[in-house]
């Protein structure tokens, strides 16, 4: 009588490939779902980014500032200055402006003329030239936006005795009244910061100009750093976002690093979710980035870009080098 042979490890393992490709496979409509959802999904990424690139003028200190739940202070702190305590201080900012002078004179290795030229540029005040300085511009702000600047350092002493009690925190109607006072207190203040900003960005380009070329070429463009900023901060964000948005669009419309793109766009996403940590009192609902977050987990699972995409041609070659090996 024949011996009965018994499967070897090879053979179940074989076996197992076998029944789960089966499984596995896409028919013809779940293929075109798939390409249609990768094309939707790139399309989406690459009008984002392409917006942005047009605009010039993307900004993510409103989202993230806005971010609420346990992890708002690591987004905050994305921020410069994202509470404008800084920005408020007269006598800080003042000083920072001066500061910056002396910086850039040493960037450079300003001459005497101009090291004056770049004094009158900064000190010198409105009322002692017609033609307006920095400083003299800052404090112009300052003077024009006094009561409600004295209104935004009210509501934060408010603020920190607020802090110190749970029931504003716990409360939901005593926590509503809280994110209005945060609300009025930035809100109040807005136009003032904006202008300040606008300030200090024209003064860096006119520190800037001084130099010689000669200067410009040896030593580069003097930043007028901010206290505080980090080498990740929304500055950082705002330049990268963009093109990133766009490179994954492109990415993913022609199929190609399509794991790399889908992996990349999901994190990207459940980052925006995290900002607003479902389930945490006062947050916004981030149901949309949530879903295509995980239709992104799918594209670079699922083999999305080998379906009318560019990454046939990486999955072909790597099968010929596999059949290669193994013949």
Known sequence: MAQLALPTISHLRHGLDDVMQNYARLGTFGILALIALRLGIGWHFYMEGASKIRG????????????????????????????????????????????AANNAA???????????????????????????????KLNEVFAESEEDIFKYWQNVERLQEMDQANAWNDVA?????????????????????????????????????????????????????????????????????PYFDLTIGGLLIVGLFTPLAGWAAAL?????????????????????QAVEALACVALATCGAGRFAGLDFILWARRQNQRAAVTS
């Not at 040493?106 to 770049?118: A, C, I, R």
């Not at 203040?189 to 070429?217: H, M, R």
């Open 56 to 99: 010039g003028d993307f900004s993510s200190v409103g989202f993230v500032n806005g971010a609420k739940g346990p992890l708002a202070d690591q987004f905050q702190s994305l921020v410069w200055d994202h509470d404008g305590s800084l920005r408020l201080d007269q006598a800080k900012i003042n000083g920072l402006f001066t500061d």
């Open 106 to 136: 040493k960037h450079f290795g300003f001459s005497e003329e101009q090291q004056k030229q770049l004094s009158r540029m900064v000190m010198r005040y409105a009322g002692q030239d017609s033609k307006k300085q920095y400083v003299g």
């Open 173 to 241: 109607s005593l926590r509503g009244q809280k994110e209005k006072i945060e609300t009025d207190r930035m809100s109040s203040v807005k136009s003032a910061l904006a202008s300040i900003d606008a300030i200090w960005k024209q003064y860096e380009g006119q520190i800037n100009s001084i130099a010689t070329p000669e200067q410009f070429k040896k030593s580069g463009f003097y930043r007028f750093s901010r206290p505080g900023e980090g080498p990740l901060s929304t500055s950082t964000v705002d330049r990268i976002i």
């Open 268 to 288: 990207f996403l459940l980052s925006v979710v995290l900002s607003q940590m479902p389930g945490f009192p006062g947050t916004q609902p981030t149901y949309f």
